[in-house]
């Protein structure tokens, strides 16, 4: 069992930064893979960023690459995602999810576990 609490979301001006966390709790948060998902008002949750366990690989989604960067802190059970360059159309409830990679990465159904999610509004 894993159980993930995001925080750091707020409101930010386009242009601007913030810094997502996701703290784990549980024994094999090194076990699991782990990605940010993202969901608007009235779209689906859509994946933004996958990293593996050791933290050795990570793939993004196009609309967030070269602005966003995920890590992870296995001593500390802890999930990043840094967002740069922040757009109007990143504003959304961002989710961390916990999962077992196997070969799959960018699906809702490749994650077991999720936390509640934080808000992040970007403003003009």
């Known amino acids: 069992q894993v159980q993930l609490v995001e925080s750091g979301g707020g409101l930010v001006q386009a242009g601007g930064s913030l810094r997502l966390s996701c703290a784990a709790s549980?024994?094999?948060?090194?076990?699991?893979?782990m990605g940010w998902f993202r969901q608007a008002p009235g779209k689906e949750r859509e994946f933004v960023a996958f990293?593996?366990?050791?933290?050795?690989?990570?793939y993004y989604a196009d609309s967030v690459k070269g602005r966003f960067t995920v890590s992870r802190d296995n001593t500390r059970k802890q999930l990043y995602l840094q967002m740069n360059s922040l757009e109007i159309e990143d504003t959304a409830v961002y989710y961390c999810?916990?999962?077992?990679?196997?070969?799959?990465?960018?699906?809702?159904?490749?994650?077991?576990?999720w936390g509640q999610g934080t808000q992040v509004t970007v403003s003009s």
């Open positions: 999810a916990a999962g077992y990679y196997s070969g799959s990465y960018s699906l809702v159904g490749d994650y077991d576990y």
């Open positions: 549980g024994r094999t948060f090194s076990d699991h893979a």
């Open positions: 990293i593996s366990w050791s933290g050795g690989v990570t």
